[in-house]
């Protein structure tokens, strides 16, 4: 069975800078976009950053446009998400998220990813 585990969370002040790791696990995630999303309190989940199988193709929400950065390590079966310059409204839940094998492109959708990690919580105070 599938099953994607985030890591790296945590309290940050603002300005400060965190970098999420998710590590695939059951199978190899080589063929598959993966994205994060993430929610906070109150809101519903929304798009922050994807990207293709291979790396090559990278997207990301305005609101991280030049702060957050998405990789992966196929050798490792594992994404990252290094976010810099953070701020106190980036304060959510972050998840990692796998779309089926064979999907090349991240999409903006969340509807379109199959695998979900638990989350883990990123706090920015101000």
């Known amino acids: 069975q599938v099953q994607l585990a985030e890591s790296g969370g945590g309290l940050v002040q603002a300005g400060g800078s965190l970098r999420l790791s998710c590590r695939a696990s059951?199978?190899?995630?080589?063929?598959?976009?993966m994205g994060w999303f993430r929610q906070a309190p109150g809101k519903e989940r929304e798009f922050v950053a994807g990207?293709?199988?291979?790396?090559?193709?990278?997207d990301y929400a305005d609101f991280v446009k030049g702060r957050f950065t998405i990789s992966r390590d196929d050798d490792k079966n594992t994404a990252h998400l290094q976010m810099n310059i953070l701020k106190p409204e980036d304060t959510a839940i972050y998840y990692c998220?796998?779309?089926?094998?064979?999907?090349?492109?991240?999409?903006?959708?969340?509807?379109?990813?199959?695998?979900w990690g638990r989350g883990t919580q990123v706090t920015v105070s101000s």
């Open positions: 990207i293709s199988w291979g790396g090559s193709v990278t």
């Open positions: 998220a796998g779309r089926y094998a064979g999907s090349y492109f991240p999409t903006a959708g969340a509807g379109d990813y199959g695998f």
């Open positions: 059951g199978r190899t995630f080589t063929t598959n976009a």
